[in-house]
């Protein structure tokens, strides 16, 4: 059993969860001079070493850039203009940054969180405590609420006392749960297919994301370096990615990603293997009392279309600034609409994925109906500047502005 500490500690913020929202919120707390404290459960070195999304929109790298926290993004970065899609044998290239004069960002996120780490503890010092354990939250209905833990050092059950309470902790964490039955609705929904995510030890094989529609099921490639691939391969939900030897793999990726004048595919060691099942969630409100829920903590995109870190990176920028302007000039307007606010873009977006999903995974549903109806959507986009205007424009987020 944890021992109680002796006395409580006081941050006018605690941001529960070092991912990219939550140190988001934190580095620009710090630029104002609001005192804030990270807590989270795992190490710096693992969070600043897990292997997560890639594809960062353009307003959020702005975003990023206003706030002082793009420097080394946009020193390393990789600018993508155009996606292919394969389908039908064929490879037909989507030049999206024509279309919008807008791009695509690919840095994997580990890089990012290791960058807004050094931001926010080392430049512009931020407390932070990794590795803790067992983190509880009270009285998030009064003005002074407060957070607990278990420091993995000594044993000890530590209180922080605060006036708001950021929960950026991820799918799974606490925050969520520490909003009262009753107080939320959650909306999910199942795509009933998984991915199996795929990190490979080889050069691209493209020079842009491609996504092949086949009927064995999705392939997809992405970038992530000049030496790592990411490839999604469509596969049952709960899946075992064992099941999945080197052969099958390569074998899969070929097969679903083969059309005319298409490269060879650079093959490589596997250095990773999950499946990850598609589903969506959605808490409404994000909102409880002096809690503020960001990220994955209020709403789950499946990577079907890349929006989570994007949405993740709204949700702070948005928190960030409410918090600030309570804080130091006790105005409550942007927090009041905080939810509100966000909660527009999460649909969207959740559209976008549903839709988008129906594309990737269309041909291979084993019904000729869709088959042929998702084979129709695609031929539109190459035949209609219409249809190919409103896929890029949410491909891009390009509506969206902080």
């Known amino acids: 059993m944890a021992t109680p500490s002796a006395a409580a500690e006081r941050f006018p913020v605690v941001i529960v969860g070092a991912g990219p929202a939550g140190l988001t919120v934190g580095s620009v707390l710090r630029a104002a001079g609001v005192d804030c404290l990270v807590l989270e459960t795992e190490t710096r070195r693992f969070v600043e070493r897990r292997p997560r999304a890639g594809v960062i929109e353009e307003w959020a790298v702005r975003g990023l850039e206003r706030r002082g926290l793009a420097r080394r993004l946009l020193e390393r970065a990789q600018p993508h203009t155009a996606c292919e899609f394969r389908f039908g044998g064929e490879r037909y290239l989507f030049r999206y ?229 309570r804080l130091t000039e006790g105005d409550d307007g942007v927090l009041a609409r905080y939810s509100d606010t966000c909660l527009r873009l999460v649909w969207d977006y959740q559209e976008f994925s549903e839709w988008l999903s129906e594309v990737y995974h269309g041909t291979a549903s084993g019904d000729p109906y869709r088959a042929a109806t998702t084979l129709a959507r695609l031929r539109r986009l190459f035949d209609s500047p219409v249809a190919a205007a409103a896929f890029a424009e949410q491909y891009l987020g390009t509506r969206t502005a902080v």
């Open 97 to 325: 940054g024509e279309l919008t004069g807008r791009h695509h960002w690919v840095y994997p996120q580990h890089f990012l969180v290791t960058d807004m780490v050094r931001e926010y503890v080392d430049v512009r010092g931020g407390a932070a405590r990794f590795g803790v354990r067992d983190v509880r939250l009270h009285g998030l209905d009064t003005e002074r609420p407060s957070v607990s833990y278990v420091c993995p050092d000594t044993g000890e059950r530590r209180v922080v006392e605060c006036a708001f309470v950021a929960g950026c902790d991820g799918a799974r964490g606490v925050t969520r749960d520490a909003v009262p039955a009753g107080r939320v609705r959650i909306s999910q929904y199942d795509y009933g297919i998984g991915w199996l995510a795929l990190l490979a030890e080889a050069p691209p094989s493209a020079e842009c994301v491609v996504f092949g529609m086949h009927p064995r099921g999705f392939a997809g490639h992405m970038q992530r370096s000049p030496d790592v691939t990411r490839y999604y391969l469509q596969c049952p939900p709960g899946d075992d990615p064992e099941s999945w030897s080197h052969e099958r793999v390569w074998g899969e990726l070929r097969e679903r990603l083969r059309a005319v004048d298409a490269p060879e595919l650079n093959e490589g060691r596997l250095i990773e293997k999950r499946v990850l099942d598609m589903h969506n969630y959605v808490v409404e409100p994000m909102v409880s009392g002096r809690l503020f829920l960001a990220g994955d903590a209020a709403h789950l995109t499946a990577p079907i279309a890349a929006k989570g870190m994007n949405l993740a990176l709204h949700d702070a920028f948005l928190l960030a600034d409410g918090l600030v302007a």
